[in-house]
């Protein structure tokens, strides 16, 4: 099989085109071919079949309804079928297709080689974004992941922080405790609306196809929403006494005798001091900035994933260079770091000039000093 050649009956079929592979669901696959027209008429197909890989392929047993190994003596499926199912497979794995066809003068050329990733639910959805719409609504996007069977539909869950998670219903453009209809895939975003200035809000989603529904993507950064003044960031009090609880642990002094020594002090632009106290302390809501910062948050975490594989390890999570005594303070912080991009919290001093560039670009790293106080 798959050697063309010609004698007193004719010439061999010509090489199929290549065949088309698709899948059924999470463990069977379908092969579909077209059968070269020729003289004369192709009378069998044969098909190959294979894991990306193997040395070995396999041949479909028409007779037997299943794969048989090419030393074997396969029952080859008459031209007048044009597709078989593969069953017994394994998700998340690369299979190989090819075929052949047979007439009286014998076997022609093998097809060009088709390939797919059978998939089996779909994968975990990118985490999603927000952006405010206005004081007391957020707008919701995603990005629906690519997939084998395709994505159908998308489901959206949304929640205060500090409250339990809620579904998103696109029937009703609400948000129901349970139940409600899913998106379709052709949507990407919804706005949820009645809402409350200063609180936190986060969301997520997971998709569906053919097979059922996939893992939940990570769950988005959180969102303050809030009234933007007209240079696009906003500044919030902290007032709940857990925040403030948290920051005053992160001042502690332990070495009075580091204070001091920075660059307010060594400059002439200050006094020296032994302790610091915390009078007032604002959130700074910045939606540009904080996008960008979740964006680069996320790239550092897939390179670092990225590193992990090519050195043979597993995922593994990503350690701050340097243990600070602000580790077991800021844990009471609201929200979790992301381990795998080795996010953590760090103390930074500016002077009052600097105050509204800061608020507006966020802080340079190029100005940070370890020797500061």
Not at 83 to 107: F, Q, R, T
Not at 208 to 229: K, Y
Not at 258 to 270: E, F, K, N
Not at 316 to 332: H, K, M
């Amino acid at each position: 099989m798959g050697a063309a050649s010609s004698s007193p009956k004719g010439v061999c079929p010509p090489a199929p085109a290549q065949p088309i592979l698709e899948a059924v669901d999470a463990s069977r696959l379908r092969v579909k071919w077209q059968v070269p027209e020729c003289t004369p008429v192709a009378t069998h197909v044969g098909v190959g079949f294979r894991e990306q890989g193997s040395i070995e392929w396999e041949l479909w047993d028409h007779a037997k309804n299943r794969l048989a190994p090419a030393a074997g003596d396969a029952d080859a499926p008459p031209a007048t079928q044009q597709e078989c199912i593969i069953d017994g497979l394994v998700s998340n794995k690369w299979y190989e297709a090819k075929v052949a066809a047979k007439n009286d003068a014998g076997w022609g050329e093998w097809s060009a080689i088709s390939q797919l990733l059978l998939s089996n639910v779909p994968p975990a959805p990118a985490a999603l974004t927000m952006q405010a719409v206005s004081s007391t609504s957020l707008r919701v996007q995603w990005k629906v992941p690519v997939c084998t069977p395709v994505v159908t539909h998308v489901a959206v869950s949304f929640r205060d922080v500090e409250d339990d998670w809620k579904v998103w219903d696109h029937s009703t453009k609400r948000l129901v405790v349970t139940g409600g209809d899913a998106a379709p895939a052709t949507a990407c975003e919804c706005v949820i609306e009645d809402l409350e200035v200063g609180r936190r809000y986060e969301a997520k989603m997971m998709a569906r196809n053919d097979v059922g529904w996939g893992d939940w993507s990570p769950i988005s950064p959180p969102f303050w929403l809030g009234e933007q003044m007209d240079h696009g960031w906003s500044l919030h009090p902290v007032l709940d006494e857990d925040t403030k609880a948290a920051l005053d642990k992160m001042m502690e002094v332990t070495k009075p005798e580091d204070l001091g020594t920075g660059r307010d002090v060594a400059h002439g632009h200050g006094r020296a001091y032994k302790d610091i106290k915390i009078h007032s302390a604002w959130r700074i809501e910045n939606p540009n900035m904080w996008q960008r910062y979740c964006g680069q948050r996320s790239f550092v975490a897939q390179k670092v994933q990225q590193a992990s594989a090519m050195l043979g390890f597993g995922p593994l999570p990503f350690q701050v260079g340097a243990y600070t005594r602000l580790i077991g303070a800021s844990r009471q912080l609201a929200g979790a770091l992301d381990k795998d991009a080795g996010e953590g919290h760090f103390l930074h001093g500016s002077r009052p000039e600097y105050l509204l560039q800061i608020l507006d670009s966020g802080l340079n790293a190029r100005g940070a000093s370890l020797g500061g106080a």
